[in-house]
């Protein structure tokens, strides 16, 4: 119902009406509706601009396992890489570079889901926010990441390689 509301599909378009089905949906923990009520939250469509309720989601979406699908596992490992963009450049958040870290270091987790030449491009980001921090903050960086999404991390060791 969220995406016939949302595109006129079969009833009136009514982005409200849209919104609450994707809030519904997105609070049963499904990633695609949570990746909507993010987009939801900071456009102002279907709800009033909400910039701390957008992060609120999409923290929540980024600390999902990946699914086997791709195009799901994709709205998840795209939120944890929009939240290393947000923190290490101040993009609606406070700008700190050591919380952008973990997230691309979240993101790595599962960066098969882009191309060979964006993760090369964004395994040279990587390596350019790591001048910013400390020696104690890149060392503890991996256990940090695991405490935020509370698991052990698999693919670390691959942090500065594009993989196929």
């Given at each position: 119902m969220m995406m016939a509301y949302g595109n006129g599909?079969?009833?009136v378009q009514d982005f409200d009406k849209a919104f609450l089905y994707a809030l519904k949906c997105a609070n049963?923990?499904?990633?695609?509706?949570?990746?909507n009520?993010?987009?939801?939250?900071k456009e102002g469509t279907g709800t009033e601009k909400n910039l701390?309720?957008?992060?609120d989601?999409?923290?929540r979406l980024g600390k999902l396992v990946n699914p086997e699908d791709l195009q799901k596992s994709g709205y998840i490992t795209s939120a944890r890489l929009n939240l290393a963009y947000m923190y290490r450049d101040g993009i609606d958040v406070e700008q700190n570079s050591f919380m952008s870290y973990l997230w691309f270091i979240l993101y790595n987790e599962s960066k098969r889901?882009?191309?060979?030449f964006q993760q090369q491009a964004?395994?040279?980001?990587?390596k350019e926010l790591e001048k910013s921090l400390t020696a104690k903050?890149?060392?503890?960086?991996k256990e940090e990441a695991e405490k935020l999404v509370g698991r052990a991390l698999n693919n670390f060791s691959n942090l500065y390689k594009a993989e196929m």
């Open positions: 599909d079969g009833v049963n923990g499904d990633g695609t509706c949570m990746f009520v993010i987009n939801c939250y701390s309720k957008m992060l989601w999409a923290i889901d882009f191309s060979y964004i395994v040279d980001e990587i903050q890149k060392k503890s960086g």
